[in-house]
């Protein structure tokens, strides 16, 4: 048996940026922001197939390179980033304009289940610009929705203007049938919707427990306030799903960087089961 | 098997000189220390000189080494990439079987998964190695503990033993064996693998210290770290000892921790460095925004020694990282090089 990597997927991408080109940004909230971007060898960009949940690596030329989540559904997306600047590379990313050329590798990681989780209702928890990786499930799961059960958004940021995907909200908002409750910490002027923290959402939603799963991303303090309600809720420890980040210097595990536990976030992760999570034994 | 006198065992380096780059023990003038790196004059070659002072892991895995360049050109908006090929294969002669343990630890690791890496795959390809089996062991080995010496098993194109007043050269690959017939080397008898054999056991016999007195241990050791039955106090403890320096790791034969580092240089291009990064550094795992979730030093310090001591590493070693050369033990300032490490966690087991 062999256990070298055997893909279609554009291989040339694992260990050489591939150009790409900025086609258009979008101011999402404070410091964030989308860059909508075009591979430029029109043979690689055929083959890039990605799964939702899955990561890459993003060089800004005369920087260097980051680790970054793919926020695009893996059918009839525009494929894009959206990045906050906090380091030296993502304030050097926002900087570029649209014309400007970034290189990508990969796409990585072990992405969302999604065949599996077909026939099942679906919870995603998300705080803050936790909704970057959750989104490109969402889309997916929405794109194919006979597919599923219930279908229930819970989403939380500090203030209406620290609510990431404004234009996709609006959209999800209008989606019969698709359960949403967008929630802020507290109360604004000229909000209309929910109030108070994402875990205090869960009992008000009445969410499902049997034949489901939950996807969980935010902050770790949001995290685990929100892996606790679900949990008594009901729900068992691998039905709950979530997606970690690491420092990660080459995506292919061989830096060593993202060790978490025995597991390398890069080629184990970055989903993880909140079973899983449990057994590594370390911060998350 | 073949033989060859000791006094003409340069023949060998001198023909590996002329089509590879030769790689070999000598001791450096100035520091009185043992190096093993590029030779120009394969005379220099010192094969009863004690286990060099770092690995020759640089060989294959430089301690800093340019992967690929690029160019972005911000008016125009292209970009070019090059990849940095070194051309000429290489050749080490005169290695120790703990750093040809520890190499092909690194073999499995950067070829043997799902990704291969093509820089590390660049240096390795078409490495001729000649291997020289210790016979009598240094203070601080401990090969003997880890399954990784004294003689080399496997690995090698040639195998240096020295017996009497002659090497015996055995030939592990057609490559070696091709190059012992070319130098037309004297046929050993059958009697010689029986003369190895001896050697090799009295090498064994000659450990001191810690190798006889933990030979089992290890594996125990081995064991608990494996199942992860260890309090968080044996860590600490450790961890209290850390200097935080990372000396551990860059003498260390199988670590292969790196980071990658974009300079720009005044040309216009770019460099992508890959330099030796160690896990016991504060930095290590911080990311952008100084979100740290390994902050406590016990916390990076145990993630080392399951690298070295533990079967879980066995997916991507085929084998627990240490090879029992005992240069961290040399370098550690703290005290806590494996050795050490191993007996705290004896103490805490029979307690």
Known sequence: ?284 | MYLIKKSEVGKIAKALAADYQLYGPYVDGDSGQVMFDRVDDPGVIDLSAAIPAIPPKNVVFPQMECVYKYKYDRQKKSVETTMVNSVKPKALFGLRSCDLTGMRVLDRFFMGQEFVDEFYLNNRKRMFIVTNTCVTPFAQCFCACTDSGPAAKEGYDLNLTEIGDSYLVEAGSDRGKELAEKLGLEKADDGYAAKKKAVVDKALDSFTGFATENKAWVSRVTNRVTTGFIKDEVWEYIGDQCFECGACTFVCPSCSCFNIEDVNQADGTTERLRSWDSCSYEGYSKMAGDHNPRKPVEDRRNKRFFCKLSYSQSKKYLRPGCVGCGRCAWVCPGNIGLPNVVTYIRREITK
């Not at chain 1, 570029?96 to 990681?109: E, S």
């Not at chain 1, 427990?209 to 929100?226: H, L, W, Y």
């Open chain 1, 1 to 284: 048996m062999s256990d070298k990597h055997e893909c279609d997927n554009a291989c040339k991408v694992v260990t050489m940026p591939q150009p790409a080109t900025i086609v258009e940004i979008k101011d999402e909230i404070v410091d964030v922001k989308t860059f909508y971007l075009d591979i430029d060898d029109k043979e690689i960009a055929g083959k890039f197939k990605i799964k939702s949940g899955q990561f890459i690596m993003c060089t800004v030329y005369g920087a260097g390179e980051f680790a970054v989540s793919l926020p695009p559904s893996p059918e009839n997306d525009r494929f894009h980033i959206s990045v906050r600047q906090v380091g030296k590379v993502t304030r050097a990313l926002h900087k570029l304009q649209v014309g400007d050329k970034v290189g990508i590798r990969g796409p990585f990681g072990n992405g969302f289940p999604f065949e599996d989780i077909k026939g099942k209702n679906v919870i995603y928890v998300a705080g803050g610009i936790g909704l970057i990786p959750l989104r490109s499930s969402i889309v997916h799961v929405l794109q194919n929705r006979k597919d599923f059960g219930r279908i229930i958004l819970i989403y939380g940021a500090r203030s209406p203007k620290d609510l990431m995907y404004q234009y996709n909200i609006d959209e999800w908002l209008k989606i019969d049938g698709f359960e949403t409750y967008i929630t802020i910490d507290s109360p604004a002027e000229g909000w209309k919707g929910e109030t108070g923290f994402v875990h205090n959402m869960i009992p008000k939603a009445n969410v499902p427990v049997d034949n489901t799963v939950a996807f969980v991303c935010g902050p770790p303090v949001m995290f685990n306030s929100v892996i606790k309600v679900l949990m008594d809720q009901g729900l068992s420890d691998d039905s709950i799903i979530s997606t970690l980040e690491r420092h990660m210097k080459c995506g292919i595990g061989k830096c060593q960087h993202c060790a978490i536990g025995r597991t390398l976030v890069c080629t184990d992760g970055p989903v993880y089961t909140y079973r899983q999570i449990k057994t590594l034994g370390e911060q998350i």
